[in-house]
């Protein structure tokens, strides 16, 4: 078999690449992997800290709509004083849907590895601050003696923690119940 005269033989000179061509591509693809490899644990720790915020809805609701609940013909979210002072106080409690002698943890339903803070606070003095609530006497208001927070405190360095807010009666008293989970 002939060929023809007019069809040039390809020689290596005319691929139409160079090695400025080659060092760019690689340098691109290097600084593309060095990326994926960089952001993949950001992409991946989010998926980590989803279920925290979850959780303080849930321990919220547990308290506010059925364990702190005026038993009988108490409505969601209008909390019994007397089993209120009692949750916080960690005793007492005749009647209450809860156990004021074991864990915070199980009490409110959460898993042993969170830590939770409960507190129930309000806008006493005025000044657009929540200040802690307390127990005096069988009556929530103004602190006094007992207040009204249980649970570690909240970390400050290196942690986040889930907040979940509810507004809810004690007695006739507006107030702010505060989950953290962290």
């Given at each position: 078999m002939?060929?023809p005269?007019?069809v040039?033989?390809?020689?290596t ?8 061509d080659f060092?760019?591509g690689?340098v691109v693809?290097?600084?593309a992997?060095s ?11 989010q998926y980590?800290?989803?279920e925290?915020p979850?959780?303080?809805e849930r ?8 364990l702190?609940?005026?038993s009988g ?9 007397e ?5 916080f106080a960690g ?7 809860f156990s ?5 943890t199980?009490?409110v339903?959460v ?6 803070n409960?507190?129930?606070q309000w ?13 005096n006497?069988?009556?929530v ?9 249980v ?14 807010r ?6 006739d008293?507006?107030?702010v119940?505060?989950v953290?989970?962290?």
């Amino acid at each position: 078999m002939t060929r023809p005269d007019d069809v040039a033989v390809a020689t290596t000179r005319d691929r139409g690449q160079t090695n400025l061509d080659f060092l760019l591509g690689i340098v691109v693809f290097f600084l593309a992997l060095s990326f994926v490899v960089a952001s993949a644990p950001q992409l991946i720790a989010q998926y980590d800290a989803q279920e925290t915020p979850l959780v303080a809805e849930r321990a919220s609701t547990a308290l506010a709509d059925s364990l702190l609940v005026e038993s009988g013909a108490g409505a969601p979210g209008t909390l019994d004083v007397e089993c209120t002072g009692a949750f916080f106080a960690g005793s007492g409690g005749t009647g209450c849907p809860f156990s004021t002698g074991g864990e915070l943890t199980d009490i409110v339903g959460v898993h042993e590895t969170y830590s939770v803070n409960v507190t129930l606070q309000w806008d006493v003095t005025g000044d657009a601050e929540l200040d802690p609530l307390c127990y005096n006497d069988g009556d929530v208001g103004a602190c006094g003696t007992d207040r009204l927070a249980v649970g570690p405190d909240v970390p400050q360095a290196h942690r986040s923690a889930a907040t979940e807010r509810r507004t809810v009666l004690v007695g006739d008293h507006p107030a702010v119940l505060e989950v953290r989970v962290w």
